[in-house]
């Protein structure tokens, strides 16, 4: 069989299933991701002087992000449902637009980074949602997994 054998999403006959975690050691598991929505020069001063329409887009995409955590393993279809024991999104303007990352922390047999993942796409999606009326050329961009703790093997982007 092809590459199917290292994806753990995968039985050994090339079936789909959940990974089993109950052999596991339950730790402290941290993960943080980050992504970036590209804007305008137009779309930021807006986006600085709480101009839009729908109210302070980088707050309420903070919030996004973290409601969408809390909701993980019900997007992703083989995620399993862990109890948050933090989630924190920040959202900060750069020249070209804005940065998030996401921090997502548990106590589980499986880790967090899908939750630090969705966390800061749909925080990026609401900020699209909230300027497409004011640009429509908007990127989201390099969404990322920066690192990750407390599992069998930690990582850190270098």
Do not use: W
């Amino acid at each position: 069989m092809n590459n199917m054998s290292e994806l753990s999403h995968f039985d050994e006959t090339g079936k789909i299933k959940m990974v089993d975690v109950s052999g596991k050691e339950t730790t402290v598991r941290r993960a943080v991701a980050s992504a970036k929505v590209v804007l305008s020069s137009a779309t930021l001063q807006t986006l600085k002087t709480q101009s839009t329409p729908k109210g302070d887009p980088l707050e309420i995409a903070r919030i996004a992000g973290i409601m969408a955590a809390k909701k993980t393993s019900e997007l992703i279809p083989l995620c399993h449902q862990i109890d948050l024991s933090k989630v924190n999104v920040t959202a900060e303007f750069t020249e070209d637009g804005i940065f998030l990352t996401a921090e997502a922390l548990t106590n589980a047999q499986t880790g967090v980074e899908m939750e630090a993942l969705t966390a800061v796409s749909v925080a990026a999606l609401t900020i699209y949602d909230m300027c497409k009326a004011v640009q429509k050329d908007i990127a989201i961009t390099d969404i990322r997994l920066e690192s990750k703790t407390g599992g069998k093997g930690d990582y850190q982007r270098g």
